[in-house]
């Protein structure tokens, strides 16, 4: 059977700065023997933990699947590229797929709906009522922007707009 590479990677709910990198590929090849996750942000800067000294991180055939700490400063669209490598190192398979990560902003957009259920008189706001349709437009077009247009620059700009929202609470709120 060849070799078909695949993997997948997702915010943690419970820790919003941590991903979980599961490799899914189908197949076997023997001269894989480990991976490399390249993770760069919209403008192509390297996303990796602090304290790592180079711009990938390693990903042992033995660790799947893979939990990295720490790896994102705030919610961000990134590009995840994930290299098959042989003995020297050299890239046997690649695959790359664009993430919208923003587990940041959908648990407070949550947070602000368990506020409303407490205080429904709050709906008759209607500031309050248009920033939350608006925040809610500003998250799902980011992650819209990646699932719908592959367009990663976008989704970057929608993602900050949601951020600046949440980081201003009393602003919008």
Known sequence: MSYSPSF???QSAAAPAT???TDDSTGADAAIVGRRIYVTDNQGNAVVPS???TSYIDWPLADNPL???NLLPNDLACNVDVQWLDVSDGVLYELDEDYPFVENNKQFYFYLLQQLALYPSTLQD?????NLEQYWAFIT???NAISIGNDISNSQNLINMATEMLQNETKYF
């Open 51 to 53: 304290g790592t000294s």
């Open 126 to 130: 209607t500031n309050y009522l248009s």
């Open 19 to 21: 991903v979980v990198f």
């Open 141 to 143: 077009g980011g992650i």
């Open 67 to 69: 939990t990295v700490a």
């Open 8 to 10: 997948s990677a997702a």
